[in-house]
């Protein structure tokens, strides 16, 4: 952190780097309503420790949280036990960590995800985040909440930072040597991933990323480095993977699993259940099961024939005869 703020001889500090070339607009981020708002929804995330890795987590739906799947990988290699803590608030850490149980639900290594479930008992769980699912900004100001460095909660208001600015030729010239490299800035025009400047890097991956009207829009993944001429690395573009295409392979993943075995059928009941009444959700529910006959037949089987799904199984029944005709 300290490396980060320390001015080099011969350019301007890092801060004032960033502010200039891409602006701090997060002017919607200053209201003390928007304080306790955003104190309110970072009751939703959690401190996951997965052996000795760190990192962050949140509740997506129901019992399930998402988090990177860099953080949770031991779980698949050495079976390392996975704990989820919600109250770790202050710089000591809360007595109060839920267990999390050792099979991953969903989980895709390239877009860096995976979708886990408590074993949280009786204990009361947060409000889910699915409830505030949105699409992600072109630009303005974004905010991060998450456990950088395994520190205690903490909360960073930042600007997206636009495809054009990646590559602005003031910033290559403060960099002697570039790890950003020009497949680095096709990564990011991707339309999978939001990139913006922040402080949170080391233990923040899968920390939720909200636009200024507070909905989900991402979750923290990464960052790529530049090298100062000092020889000292330094983050200057962060992202984060797009919920709305980590919620399409959710989805695409528990179709399948659910196909294959019935037990699992609950899941994708409770993601279904959500999704219907969000409206972004809704429309990528419908786009896995238009045109996939096996899909629309396995949520037919969940109808109570006056619920939402039905609702929606039957304009994708409607879409489907139409392209027919």
Request: glycine residues 6%; contains cysteine; negative net charge.
């Amino acid at each position: 952190m300290k490396a980060r703020r320390k001015e080099t001889t011969g350019s301007p500090p890092v801060s004032e780097l960033l502010r200039t070339e891409f602006g701090k607009n997060t002017d919607s981020f200053t209201l003390v309503s928007t304080v306790r708002t955003l104190t309110e929804l970072s009751e939703s995330v959690c401190f996951i420790k997965a052996g000795s890795v760190e990192g962050t987590g949140f509740l997506l739906f129901g019992n399930y949280i998402l988090t990177c799947a860099h953080v949770v990988e031991k779980i698949l290699t050495e079976s390392q036990p996975v704990s989820a803590d919600f109250k770790y608030e202050k710089p000591v850490k809360s007595l109060e960590p839920l267990a999390v149980k050792p099979q991953i639900v969903a989980y895709d290594r390239k877009l860096d995800y995976a979708l886990l479930e408590l074993d949280q008992g009786s204990a009361p769980l947060p409000p889910a985040l699915i409830t505030r699912l949105g699409v992600p900004p072109a630009s303005g100001g974004v905010c991060i909440i998450g456990h950088p460095s395994g520190s205690a909660k903490k909360i960073d208001p930042c600007s997206v930072i636009e495809f054009e600015e990646h590559q602005d030729k003031k910033c290559q010239k403060q960099c002697r040597v570039q790890v950003i490299t020009r497949n680095s800035f096709e990564e990011l025009r991707d339309g999978k991933r939001l990139s913006y400047n922040t402080c949170f890097y080391d233990g923040a991956s899968g920390s939720p990323v909200l636009n200024d009207k507070f909905q989900l829009v991402a979750m923290h993944t990464g960052g790529y480095w530049y090298q100062l001429w000092t020889g000292k690395t330094q983050n200057v573009i962060e992202y984060g993977t797009h919920v709305t295409v980590i919620l399409k392979n959710v989805l695409q993943e528990l179709f399948r699993v659910a196909s294959e075995n019935p037990e699992r059928l609950a899941v994708l009941k409770m993601l279904v259940e959500d999704a219907c009444r969000i409206p972004v959700a809704r429309e990528i529910l419908k786009q896995s099961v238009t045109n996939d006959l096996q899909r629309y037949e396995l949520l037919k089987g969940m109808t109570d024939r006056s619920s939402l799904l039905d609702e929606l199984l039957n304009e994708c029944e409607e879409e489907n005869r139409m392209e027919l005709d």
